[in-house]
């Protein structure tokens, strides 16, 4: 079974510039996370989308933004790249809300934005 | 707001002894699950072990063994026989059974040394 999936791996902007980052979850998965984990921060939660919907956002500006798409994939964007979003995007999936209580968030490998 | 502390930064064992990482949490939820995430060099955040609040027994997985203790909200997790493959950064993670994210600790560097 194919686990999570993020693209691309590295993404190298300049500041004021847009990023668009790309996850796709397990199969079956519909709840999709992702976490931001710049150097010396830690992993920050950043945005939770289930069902197509936002459930639930971290302490980020607006410019930092997404969607999930009919078949789960969910899309990170980030607008106006400053220099401190140079981090690491980590995506997770896990079975859903109508699943019941929460489960077990698996991890992609990352997406690594880099903000010249 | 829950916290996941990790009071060792950095820790050091041989190859085939016995480490214990420590993580403690705050939180005043009785229903909640707690996990243990290993990331390598490699960058991929990998579970290792996880635990339900309600269970009283530990949790354990071949060589990760974790000590629960509920009232003292610790939650330690044990590497039996090290292996040089379990050099990474280790994650203590919190999640309660609101609509609510991980919350992690900021993690233990551990080197087995061979």
């Known amino acids: 079974e194919a686990g999570v999936t993020q693209s691309p791996t590295h993404l190298i902007k300049t500041r004021g510039q847009q990023a668009t980052l790309r996850c796709s979850p397990i199969s079956g998965h519909t709840s999709v996370y992702w976490y931001q984990q710049a150097l010396g921060l830690g992993l920050q939660f950043l945005l939770w989308y289930d069902e197509g919907e936002e459930r639930n956002r971290g302490n980020f500006p607006p410019r930092f933004s997404g969607r999930q798409f009919p078949n789960y994939s969910s899309e990170l964007n980030v607008n106006a790249l400053e220099l401190e979003d140079s981090a690491l995007y980590l995506c997770?999936?896990?079975?859903?809300?109508?699943?019941?209580?929460?489960?077990?968030?698996?991890f992609g490998p990352g997406t690594r934005l880099t903000v010249l | 707001a829950q916290t996941v502390t990790q009071s060792q930064p950095e820790m050091s064992v041989q190859e085939a002894e016995t480490v214990t990482l420590s993580c403690t949490y705050d939180t005043s939820e009785n229903n909640y699950y707690l996990f243990w995430y290993k990331q390598p060099p490699s960058r991929q955040m990998i579970l290792v072990i996880r635990?339900?609040?309600?269970?009283?027994q530990n949790a354990t997985e071949n060589r990760f063994s974790v000590n629960f203790q509920k009232a003292a909200k610790s939650f330690s997790l044990k590497i039996s026989d090290s292996q040089l493959g379990d050099t990474a950064m280790y994650f203590c993670?919190?999640?309660?059974?609101?609509?609510?994210?991980?919350?992690f600790g900021k993690g233990t560097r551990l080197s087995v040394i061979a």
């Open positions: 997770a999936s896990s079975w859903g809300v109508l699943a019941g209580d929460p489960d077990t968030q698996y």
């Open positions: 993670a919190f999640l309660d059974s609101g609509n609510t994210p991980l919350v």
């Open positions: 635990q339900e609040a309600y269970k009283q």
